[in-house]
Nanobody
Framework: QVQVVESGGGLVQAGGSLRLSCVASRSILSINAMGWYRQAPGKQRELVARITSGGSTNYADSVKGRFTVSRDNAKNTIYLQMISLKPEDTAVYFC????????WGQGTQVTVSS
């Protein structure tokens, strides 16, 4: 099993930036992929960005060019750098580890004010 813990959420004005972090309880190189998801009120959870153990990344169309997922293998941590934030990015952001099944964190709130 894997535990993941997110941090870095907060309140930011539109156009601002935030960086989220997700620490895993085991080597992220042993995990098939790790991803960032988000869920806004009244909406389904959606994939935002994903990075595989081989380093491949993919993004939701709505965040391409604004969000970047990266990792620090030595720290068992992945990051989500978010720039040019919009009010529609407001959501709870979850980290998940694809290790047999998806292991979810508790989530961190990101609120973008207009």
């Amino acid at each position: 099993q894997v535990q993941v813990v997110e941090s870095g959420g907060g309140l930011v004005q539109a156009g601002g930036s935030l960086r989220l972090s997700c620490v895993a309880s085991r080597s992220i190189l042993s995990i098939n992929a790790m991803g960032w998801y988000r869920q806004a009120p009244g909406k389904q959870r959606e994939l935002v960005a994903r990075i595989t153990s081989g380093g491949s990344t993919n993004y939701a169309d709505s965040v391409k060019g604004r969000f970047t997922v990266s990792r620090d293998n030595a720290k068992n941590t992945i990051y989500l750098q978010m720039i040019s934030l919009k009010p529609e990015d407001t959501a709870v952001y979850f980290c998940a580890a694809d290790y047999g099944l998806l292991w979810w964190g508790q989530g961190t709130q990101v609120t973008v004010s207009s």
